[in-house]
């Protein structure tokens, strides 16, 4: 039935290593390296738990977790086939692994028991999941963000954003249009329509990093801090 052709999951048939739950994704080896080095900036030196929402393969992760040892890292994804993958992965890399929460950023995830017991977050991620779900679930990750962080806290989007109807390069253009031919809820995020649902969440958009490929880091924190 699925005419899609952007899909938010991987599989084990397009993405599976042989012998185990782990999943690779095509784009890691390329993203990570600049991501770690953006992402070093504001945590580095922190401590405290960071909760990555939309882990997918988990790659990223246990990379994250490698990067910054003093941080706890804990990845999410609401899909049980990539929580097995970022299981398998934090299992062969990583001498303490967490295991991954559950979890659906549309819903009321800051109330969710083990999202809960781990504190006031020092950070929250999102990597490439704006554009690829619903706005309900961008609206969701900043809602649930201004309950869980930290005061000192911050929220990292990572992935293709736009400014308006203006595109960074023709490809994310394309990407736009692909994305919104295959289910009209999704699309690239305007980076002003961001920083005004932040705002409204008490969120401010702190800094907007441009990135490899067109992609973009966006900083938020609390804005009374
Ligand atoms: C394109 S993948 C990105 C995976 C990974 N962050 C990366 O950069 O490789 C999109 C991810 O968003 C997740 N996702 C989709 N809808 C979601 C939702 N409602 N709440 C949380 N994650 C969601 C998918 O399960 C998938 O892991």
Not at 57 to 66: R, S
Not at 157 to 183: H, I, K, T, V
């Amino acid at each position: 039935m699925s005419r899609q052709r952007h899909f938010p999951r991987f599989t084990r048939e397009e993405h599976g290593l042989a012998g185990d739950d782990r999943l690779e994704s095509p784009t890691f080896l390329r993203n990570a390296p600049p991501i770690i080095a953006t992402l070093s900036a504001y945590l580095r030196d922190r401590t405290g738990p960071v909760l990555e929402i939309g882990a997918g393969t988990g790659q990223h992760a246990a990379a994250f977790a490698l990067a910054f040892p003093s941080i706890d890292w804990i990845a999410s994804d609401p899909l049980a086939t990539h929580r097995d993958s970022i299981e398998a992965w934090a299992k062969a890399l990583l001498d303490a692994p967490r295991a991954p929460i559950a979890l659906d950023a549309a819903g009321d995830w800051s109330r969710l028991p083990e999202v809960a017991a781990l504190g006031p977050l020092t950070g929250i991620y999102a990597g490439n999941v704006t554009h690829i779900a619903p706005w309900a679930v961008t609206e969701g990750v900043l809602t649930g963000a201004a309950a869980a962080l930290a005061p000192s806290g911050r929220l990292f989007l990572y992935g293709p954003f736009r400014e308006g109807d203006e595109f960074f390069g023709d490809g994310n253009r394309r990407f736009d249009q692909a994305l919104r031919a295959d289910d009209p809820h999704w699309g690239l995020r305007d980076i002003d329509a961001l920083r005004l649902a932040a705002r409204a969440r008490h969120l401010r958009l702190e800094t907007v990093h441009p990135m490899p490929a067109n992609n973009h880091l966006l900083v938020f924190r609390r804005s009374s801090s």
